[in-house]
């Protein structure tokens, strides 16, 4: 079966930097679009970054904008999302997702998989 699982995830000094990955199996990775999305404590799960089937397109939240960088590695089945100038508000649980139609979608219902997610923390 489908399995996405996310690492990487931590405590991290608020201007520090922090890589989270996700790792996916059971799935041919280069058919599908991947993007990152993250949920905070009493908050909606927020579209993050994506990108496309190729790594070609990224896509990102004006919030994380200049910030984050989402890379794909398909021969290691891999999506990453190097964050960088963390701030207090990016602390929450990151969840990856995989979409087989879309592509940089920021909607939810277009994704078909998602991971459990990593928790990141903020300290300030």
């Known amino acids: 079966q489908v399995q996405l699982v996310e690492s990487g995830g931590g405590l991290v000094q608020a201007g520090g930097s922090l890589r989270v990955s996700c790792a996916a199996s059971?799935?041919?990775?280069?058919?599908?679009?991947m993007g990152w999305f993250r949920q905070a404590p009493g908050k909606e799960r927020e579209f993050v970054a994506a990108?496309?089937?190729?790594?070609?397109?990224?896509y990102y939240a004006d919030s994380v904008k200049g910030r984050f960088t989402i890379s794909r590695d398909n021969a290691k089945n891999t999506v990453y999302l190097q964050m960088n100038s963390l701030k207090a508000e990016d602390a929450a649980v990151y969840y990856c997702?995989?979409?087989?139609?879309?592509?940089?979608?920021?909607?939810?219902?277009?994704?078909?998989?998602w991971g459990q997610g990593t928790q990141v923390t903020v300290s300030s």
């Open positions: 990108i496309s089937r190729g790594g070609a397109s990224t």
């Open positions: 997702a995989a979409s087989r139609y879309y592509s940089g979608s920021y909607s939810r219902r277009d994704y078909d998989y």
């Open positions: 059971g799935l041919t990775f280069s058919s599908y679009a």
